[in-house]
Every structure is written in C-alpha cells, then in structure tokens.
C-alpha cells in the first residue's frame, strides 16, 4: 500500500498538517513519539488564539482528534530509517516499512543543554528539562532555572507554585521575554531572585543534585545549594532525518524551506521547530499555520508528481 503522504512527527505542526490532507482527502499516516512534541509539556497556554487558559496536553489531545475525524492514521513509534527512491518515500518504524508519495518532517528539536560533566548522570535526578514534568517534585524546595528567554521566564512562573525559591540564572544582562510573562514573574517578589551575567560552571552531586557553581560569586560564595536545576537554554533541531535525505539545512542545522515549506528534495516538506522558518520566533500559532501550509503543498506535489511513486515501488512479497 501506498500513502500520498507520510508525517513524521506528532506535535502542533505534525498534527496540523494531518487535519489538513485529512480534509484533502489524502491517505495520511502520521508518526511520532513521544506524543505531542513541546506543546504537550508545556502547561497551560494562554496564546494560542481561540484556546484560552487551555493545558498543552489537552489541546494536542483535541488536534489529535481532530486529525483522526479526518481519516488520518496515527502510530505511535520510533522512525530507525528514512529513505528517498524516485520520488518515492520508505519509512521505517519499528522495523515495519512505510511508503508514500510525499513526505512531511516536523520532528521538531530537542532541549540544548548545558555540556557540563556530571549533568548527563544526574538528569532527572534533580537537573530536569521539563518544568512542566519534574515542577510539581519541589514543593516547599529551592531551586534555579538556567536561561533569559520566555520558556525560562514562564518555566519560573510554573514552578514557583511549587517552590519556595526560585533563582533566574541569566547569562546576559537582560532578560528577553514577553512583557505579560515577565509582569507575572515581577509579581512573585522575593520568592524570585535573578543573578545576570551569572552561568552555571559545574554541577556537583552524586546520587543527586547537591549544589552548583557560578560563574560569579552570590552572596558571598560561588557556590550555590540547590534541591532542582532547570534549563530552558533553547534548542537544537534534530538531523537525523535531514542527514539521510541529504536535505539542505542552515548553518545550525535547521532544515532550510521556502514559503511552501518546500525543501530541496522534491516531495519533501518541513514545518515547525524542525525548520527556522520565523527565526527564533517559535510558537504554536506559526507552528499550526507551516503545518498547513506543508499539507497543502504536499497535496499539490502528489497530484502532480504521486504516479512516480508507483513506477519505482514494488511491494514486498
């Protein structure tokens, strides 16, 4: 069998292209995990126009079904091999091949880290990446967020619900968030104090988390004891996919699109965190409207281009 198109990821861009070639009338399978990208992590969310106040897991779950309504399949599974064949897309999930006319990559990135020693052993053992996950661990506890971006500003509005003290490690000199957020985290108060110009140089513990070390001193010490560290250092967009395909990519290895989210292989088209499309500029709205866009050029490209596919696939006997 033959899909027209195949999607490879499932947040908002994912899911947004799927209801799109669903309402095309595209045979659509999309493939991801795990389920809902950043979105489904990120608690509540309050810009995404139409949704106020809505969790990021319960709105994914809506565009999820929303895409099901429309006749798109969905699996859940891990893509080991992407391959391009006249105009004809083989993809692996779990050791089970895929094919399709046209191929959609909206895998998104993954959390940049920090790249100090000890901070890989100790994931998840007081350094977390997901405040929306691990927050609700540090109740009554302190803790510091690493970064000056808006996901470190509201990732400090988050867990300081659960936290009796939140330090804001900012590398710079200021912080770059949207006003409302940064208003919201004014209104905490002491609870919330912001050392700039302040990195993280080592992280120390054993079986967990114990304390790090600043990159200048705070009161007194450069040493400062924690229960949990966050980082929301921003993001680094996942190759894997674009390697195999040979598509072209920035100089940070985003995947590099035009305004149909075409990308230099034809057949192949890129939304969302995987692409730099609007820069560092990444929000559900423009995530939702390139997965659009995607689905449409892809419908476009299968009328066109999709009898390709059957004159070099043979299916396995």
């Known amino acids: 069998m033959i899909y027209d198109l195949i999607i490879i990821g499932t947040g908002v861009a994912g899911l947004s292209a799927g209801l799109y070639a669903g309402r095309y009338k595209m045979k659509?399978?999309?493939?991801?995990?795990?389920?809902?990208?950043e979105t489904a992590k990120a608690g509540s969310i309050w810009n995404y126009p139409g949704a106020r106040g809505v969790d990021g897991y319960d709105l994914m779950r809506i565009m999820e079904a929303q895409a099901k309504n429309v006749g798109v399949e969905i699996i859940e599974g891990k893509v080991t091999k992407t391959l391009a064949e006249?105009?004809?897309?083989?993809?692996?999930?779990?050791?089970?091949?895929y094919v399709s006319k046209t191929l959609i990559l909206t895998n998104g990135a993954e959390r940049r880290r920090l790249g100090l020693p000890n901070e890989t052993a100790l994931a998840n053992k007081g350094v977390h990446y997901c405040v929306t996950c691990d927050g609700p661990v540090y109740v009554g506890k302190v803790v510091a967020m690493v970064g000056g971006g808006d996901a470190a500003v509201k990732g400090v509005n988050l867990v300081s619900q659960y936290a009796k003290k939140v330090y804001?490690?900012?590398r710079g000199k200021e912080l770059k968030a949207e006003p409302i957020n940064q208003s919201e985290m004014e209104k905490l108060g002491d609870k919330v104090e912001i050392l700039f110009e302040t990195a993280v140089t080592e992280i120390i513990g054993t079986d967990k988390?114990?304390?790090?070390?600043?990159?200048?001193?705070?009161?007194?010490?450069?040493?400062?004891?924690l229960d949990g560290l966050f980082v929301e250092i921003g993001v680094i967009p996942d190759r894997e996919f674009s390697d195999s395909l040979k598509l072209g990519?920035?100089?940070r290895g985003y995947i590099i699109v035009d305004k149909s989210m075409k990308t230099n292989?034809?057949?192949?088209?890129?939304?969302g965190d995987a692409t730099d499309f609007f820069g560092s500029f990444k929000q559900i709205v423009t995530a939702?409207?390139?997965g659009a866009v995607a689905a449409t050029s892809a419908y476009q490209d299968a009328k066109t281009h999709g009898e390709l596919c059957q004159l070099h696939w043979l299916p396995a006997k």
């Open 209 to 225: 988390l114990e304390k790090v070390v600043l990159s200048r001193t705070h009161d007194g010490s450069n040493e400062l004891v």
């Open 86 to 97: 006249g105009h004809c897309f083989k993809i692996t999930v779990d050791g089970k091949e």
């Open 28 to 37: 659509t399978l999309l493939i991801g995990s795990p389920f809902g990208g």
């Open 168 to 170: 804001l490690l900012v």
């Open 288 to 290: 939702a409207a390139m």
């Open 249 to 251: 990519t920035d100089e």
């Open 265 to 271: 292989v034809d057949g192949v088209f890129a939304a």
